[in-house]
């Protein structure tokens, strides 16, 4: 069975930084995706930013230059630094692995920014 876990999560003030992590666990395929969702309340969930087994990635617009996603392939953990953080990025965020199998999401982890 594989697992997703999450930590990192937590309050800061607009402007400051969180560095989300991310371990998967159990048996998986060498060539995979993994990758950082967000939900706010009341929307629907959207992606983050994605990188592959490769080193791959791709950020949401919203993101892009302030946020970086990198990987550990050989502990199966992706991270997340967050930077210049704004109160629209206030959201649970999710850790997904897409495989040539099912895909697995994570428990989640909040993030708030807010004076």
């Known amino acids: 069975q594989v697992q997703l876990v999450e930590s990192g999560g937590g309050l800061v003030q607009p402007g400051g930084s969180l560095r989300l992590s991310c371990t998967a666990s159990?048996?998986?395929?060498?060539?995979?995706?993994m990758g950082w969702y967000r939900q706010l309340p009341g929307k629907q969930r959207e992606l983050v930013a994605i990188?592959?087994?490769?080193?791959?990635?791709d950020y949401a617009t919203s993101v892009k230059g302030r946020f970086t996603i990198s990987r550990d392939n050989g502990k199966n953990t992706v991270h997340l630094q967050m930077n210049s953080l704004k109160p629209d990025d206030t959201a649970v965020y999710y850790c997904?692995?897409?495989?040539?199998?099912?895909?697995?999401w994570g428990q989640g982890t909040q993030v708030t920014v807010s004076s």
């Open positions: 159990g048996r998986i395929s060498g060539s995979n995706v």
């Open positions: 997904k692995l897409n495989t040539f199998g099912p895909n697995y």
């Open positions: 990188v592959t087994s490769e080193g791959t990635t």
